[in-house]
């Protein structure tokens, strides 16, 4: 597909509704009008920043731009939800256009409209909850921003060192006497899990240390200074 291709559907489309449309007005590169209103379409073969920049521009001059691209393969995945996501941020319609026997398809993704921040917030409300957890559960900042290739230090790992530390110092311990030393309410679920294979049951309620358990935290010299100095054993 050309992106010369986009433009018969969307005419034909608006010229249903009466339309007068033109086609490359004033670097617009569709219009629509009907009496008092303007309607603007930006087209291009992908959804990409100068597209979204190029329309933005164009809500100076009116309220209902659309940007118009071919319809992508896969419309369900995280990337296209995202992009559409901030085709609405920007309060810009998104119309789509695919192939068809009897004439290309035209499909309205959706329309321009005021974006509604309240309604978001309140969409995002739970997501929000775990990132504030997830920030509080955190010792101190042990990640450099951008580094998303490296391991990721998070607040569950961090527990986890934490219960490696008091085990290897302790030897033998149970939840209880380890939530008593600071490891937190989550103790029995990651010690159930043992998602790294670093903790063994030794008997009912009583956990120890492996060897894999050993190996592996000395990787993470900060936080093991930081829980080798805690005071406290247990009772």
């Not at 309205?108 to 997830?134: I, N, T």
């Not at 580094?147 to 490696?164: F, W």
């Not at 033998?172 to 679920?189: V, Y």
Request: aromatic share 8%; glycine share 6%.
């Amino acid at each position: 597909m050309k992106e010369s291709d986009l433009y018969p559907p969307i005419r034909n489309h608006f010229h249903s509704l009466g339309y007068r449309v033109n086609g490359e007005v004033k670097d617009c590169d569709v219009t629509a009008m009907k009496g008092e209103e303007l309607i603007i379409v930006e087209m291009k073969l992908s959804l990409t920043v100068d597209l979204l920049v190029q329309a933005a521009k164009r809500l100076r001059l009116t309220d209902m731009v659309y940007i118009a691209v071919p319809r992508p393969k896969r419309t369900r995945s995280k990337r296209w939800r995202d992009a559409c996501h901030l085709v609405r941020r920007l309060e810009l319609g998104l119309i789509t256009v695919s192939p068809h026997a009897k004439g290309d398809k035209l499909e309205f993704v959706h329309h321009p409209a005021p974006f509604d921040r309240k309604a978001s917030l309140s969409y995002g409300k739970k997501k929000r909850a775990q990132l504030v957890r997830e920030i509080e559960g955190r010792s101190a900042d042990y990640n450099v921003g951008g580094s998303n290739k490296l391991k990721i230090m998070t607040a569950y790992k961090e527990s986890c060192i934490h219960i490696a530390v008091l085990l290897d110092r302790h030897g033998p311990l149970s939840p209880k006497s380890l939530k008593e030393l600071g490891t937190g309410d989550k103790t029995p679920l990651i010690l159930q899990k043992n998602y790294y294979g670093w903790y063994d049951r030794v008997k009912r309620g009583v956990y120890e240390l492996t060897d894999k358990g050993k190996k592996e935290m000395l990787d993470y010299p900060d936080l093991l200074e930081t829980y080798s100095t805690e005071e406290g054993s247990p009772d």
